[in-house]
T-cell receptor, first 111, second 115 residues
Framework: DQQVKQNSPSLSVQEGRISILNCDYTNSMFDYFLWYKKYPAEGPTFLISISSIKDKNEDGRFTVFLNKSAKHLSLHIVPSQPGDSAVYFCAASEGSYIPTFGRGTSLIVHP | KAGVTQTPRYLIKTRGQQVTLSCSPISGHRSVSWYQQTPGQGLQFLFEYFSETQRNKGNFPGRFSGRQFSNSRSEMNVSTLELGDSALYLC??????????????FGQGTRLTVV
C-alpha cells in the first residue's frame, strides 16, 4: 500500500520551460514533505521541503506547492535546465518518523 | 565536512551467501537509515539506528539486519542472499535530535548484484 505516489514515471520538458512534478499522499497525518533529486551513480540529495502549515515554499528556480485538502504536492522548476535532468523523489513524514518515499519521476530536460 | 561514506561501492555475490555493507555518517549525526532502491520501487526503508539502537524498521524479512556502533558508523547485513536482493542500498544520516524533521544526507550507495 503506497502512501506516497508519484504517478508519472517520467517527464520530458524543453529547456527554458516549466517542469511540474506531482506527488499524492494518502496519510493525512503527514506533516512534512521533501523533494530529493538523484543523478545516476549518486545518492539522492535534498532539494526543498515544506511543512504542512504552509502551502508554498520557494528556493530559487524551485517551488513546492502543498494542497492539504487534496493531499497533493507539486514541484515546479522554472526555467528548466538540462542539468535538472535527474530522478526526483517525493517524500513525506509524520512527526519525527522516517520519511516515506515515492517511486520517483525521471525528468529529462531537452536543450 | 565529509559526507556520508558507503563501502564498498559495488559488490557481486552468489545466491545463498551473506553480505555486509558499511556506512559512515556525517560527523555529529547520530541517526543512520538504510534504504533499498530497485527499478520502479523507489526508496524502500529498511531500518533506522539512533545511538546504537534500532529505532524504526521497515517491512523487510529478518534476513536483513543492521547495527550501529558507538561512533555512529553502521553496518547492514543480508543473509541467504536471493536474486531479488540485487539493488542499490543507500545509507542516509541526519542529526534527528528529536526536533522538527530535518533532511537526510545520502551516501552514494552500494550496488549489490546477486548472481
Amino acid at each position: 500500500d503506497q502512501q506516497v505516489k508519484q504517478n508519472s514515471p517520467s517527464l520530458s520538458v524543453q529547456e527554458g520551460r516549466i517542469s511540474i512534478l506531482n506527488c499524492d499522499y494518502t496519510n493525512s497525518m503527514f506533516d512534512y514533505f521533501l523533494w530529493y533529486k538523484k543523478y545516476p551513480a549518486e545518492g539522492p540529495t535534498f532539494l526543498i521541503s515544506i511543512s504542512s502549515i504552509k502551502d508554498k515554499n520557494e528556493d530559487g528556480r524551485f517551488t513546492v506547492f502543498l494542497n492539504k485538502s487534496a493531499k497533493h504536492l507539486s514541484l515546479h522548476i522554472v526555467p528548466s535546465q538540462p542539468g535538472d535532468s535527474a530522478v526526483y523523489f517525493c517524500a513525506a513524514s509524520e512527526g519525527s518518523y522516517i520519511p516515506t518515499f515515492g517511486r520517483g519521476t525521471s525528468l529529462i530536460v531537452h536543450p | 565536512k565529509a559526507g556520508v561514506t558507503q563501502t564498498p561501492r559495488y559488490l557481486i555475490k552468489t545466491r545463498g551467501q551473506q553480505v555486509t555493507l558499511s556506512c559512515s555518517p556525517i560527523s555529529g549525526h547520530r541517526s543512520v537509515s538504510w534504504y533499498q532502491q530497485t527499478p520502479g520501487q523507489g526508496l524502500q526503508f529498511l531500518f533506522e539506528y539512533f545511538s546504537e539502537t534500532q529505532r524504526n524498521k521497515g517491512n523487510f524479512p529478518g534476513r536483513f539486519s543492521g547495527r550501529q556502533f558507538s561512533n555512529s558508523r553502521s553496518e547492514m547485513n543480508v543473509s541467504t542472499l536471493e536474486l531479488g536482493d540485487s539493488a542499490l542500498y543507500l545509507c542516509a544520516s541526519s542529526p534527528r535530535t528529536g526536533g522538527p524533521n530535518t533532511e537526510a544526507f545520502f551516501g552514494q550507495g552500494t550496488r549489490l548484484t546477486v548472481v
